[in-house]
């Protein structure tokens, strides 16, 4: 006998609207699961299980160094179900004893952080502010920048995750950008040009991602090596690139996709390198930060973009006045470190001269 069961389940269980925003990063979407079994109740929770534990190895992904995440691969002790805030089956099918199921995972922040603390897992949930992209291209004898055949460019957007930590932005791929940026000030670190760029678009540093693949007519070989530089604060900085890939890679093609994922996965783990903080939690970080505003309205905006940022652990208001607020600010990281989570939210602290304690303004 052909059992046949169509389900269309919107929301089946209770999802938690505050939690379900584009920047959550514990929410986890669109998980597919296939699921042969004959009884349909015990597929469902066959399939959960797996969901729950792919989900968790994504969110992993997010918010770990790629180094960190292999001791979870082989772990069957791991009950995922508790770390779990709630869930969704979006659609799900049942037909010749084949299950079919779309669910959305949405994890506990809290009980995701404990349990990576008591595994003692340096990760990180502070997102970056967002970043300019140049994405450079030499392919051909051939340098592509602003152009609308910029595979470069296009490979390296639909690889970026929007969910990721590391917060990037492409501006639309215009000649008229040429008159801002051209690809040699970019290349030769042409700080008014790059400054012109960010105004522009609002935005305060830039990632150059410049893909050169050199085409080799002896060996009929591509010849291709990545470089990655960061203008933040009127400097440039060249990235260091752990993977060797990255350095007189030979391929009979162009290898511009492979690159892309690479180089975006790479990026991901320099922004966790220099974000995450020590899940020791005896290394928490006290800081005496100043702020003076203009009105009531605006401490009150400052104090919940405070309260929102996840670097901050804890914060206690010390002073307030007419005109000024004192906070105590909690992290398990260095000042350095809160400088970056800060930025962010377009917020920098600086010294108070003579003083253990800082100002906090907004970034111009």
Same mark, same amino acid.
């Given at each position: 006998m052909i059992y046949f069961f169509k389900f269309l389940f919107i929301s089946l269980y209770l999802v938690f609207p505050e939690k379900i925003l584009a920047n959550n990063i514990y929410l986890i979407e669109n998980n597919e699961v296939v699921v042969s079994q004959q009884d349909i109740l015990e597929a469902r929770e066959i399939a959960k299980k797996i969901v729950f534990k792919e989900a968790f190895m994504k969110l992993l992904k997010i918010i770990s160094h790629t180094n960190e995440q292999e001791k979870f691969f082989a772990n069957?002790?791991?009950?995922?179900?508790?770390?779990?805030?709630?869930?969704?089956?979006?659609?799900?099918?049942?037909?010749?004893?084949?299950?079919?199921?779309?669910?959305?995972?949405?994890?506990?922040?809290?009980?995701?952080?404990?349990?990576?603390?008591?595994?003692?897992?340096?990760?990180?949930?502070?997102?970056?502010?967002?970043?300019?992209?140049?994405?450079?291209?030499?392919?051909?004898?051939?340098?592509?920048?602003?152009?609308? =055949?910029?595979?470069?460019?296009?490979?390296?957007?639909?690889?970026?995750?929007? *969910?990721? #930590?590391? @917060?990037?932005? &492409?501006?639309?791929?215009?000649?008229?950008?040429?008159?801002?940026?051209?690809?040699?000030?970019?290349?030769?670190?042409?700080?008014?040009?790059?400054?012109?760029?960010?105004l522009f678009y609002n935005k305060k540093s830039a990632l150059i991602i410049f893909l050169d693949e050199k085409f080799d007519y002896k060996t009929e070989s591509f010849i291709s090596n990545l470089n990655i530089k960061l203008f933040s604060d009127g400097m440039f900085k060249e990235l260091s690139l752990s993977n060797k890939n990255f350095s007189d890679y030979l391929s009979k093609k162009s290898e511009i996709d492979f690159f892309a994922k690479l180089s975006l996965d790479e990026l991901n783990d320099w922004w966790?390198?220099?974000?995450?903080?020590?899940?020791?939690?005896?290394?928490?970080?006290?800081?005496?930060? =100043?702020?003076?505003?203009?009105?009531?309205?605006?401490?009150?905006?400052?104090? *919940?973009? #405070?309260? @929102?940022?996840? &670097?901050?652990?804890?914060?206690?208001?010390?002073?307030?006045?007419?005109?000024?607020?004192?906070?105590?600010?909690?992290?398990?990281?260095?000042?350095?470190?809160?400088?970056?989570?800060?930025?962010?939210?377009?917020?920098?602290?600086e010294p108070i001269e003579k003083s253990m304690s800082y100002k906090l303004m907004k970034l111009e």
């Open positions: 069957s002790e791991i009950n995922y179900s508790e770390l779990i805030r709630d869930y969704s089956i979006e659609k799900e099918e049942y037909f010749n004893f084949e299950y079919k199921a779309l669910i959305n995972v949405n994890f506990d922040g809290e009980k995701i952080n404990s349990f990576l603390q008591d595994m003692n897992l340096d990760f990180s949930e502070t997102s970056s502010e967002e970043y300019l992209v140049l994405p450079i291209h030499y392919y051909l004898n051939t340098y592509f920048l602003w152009e609308k =055949n910029n595979k470069w460019y296009h490979s390296l957007k639909k690889e970026h995750k929007e *969910n990721s #930590l590391l @917060k990037l932005y &492409f501006p639309n791929l215009s000649i008229l950008n040429k008159f801002k940026i051209s690809f040699d000030d970019a290349l030769n670190n042409n700080v008014s040009a790059i400054e012109d760029i960010l966790k390198n220099i974000i995450t903080v020590s899940s020791d939690k005896e290394r928490i970080n006290t800081f005496k930060v =100043n702020f003076n505003f203009n009105d009531f309205e605006e401490s009150i905006n400052i104090q *919940n973009v #405070l309260q @929102k940022n996840s &670097f901050i652990k804890k914060l206690d208001t010390v002073h307030f006045s007419k005109q000024s607020i004192t906070y105590n600010i909690s992290t398990y990281g260095s000042i350095e470190k809160l400088k970056l989570a800060l930025r962010s939210i377009n917020l920098k602290i």
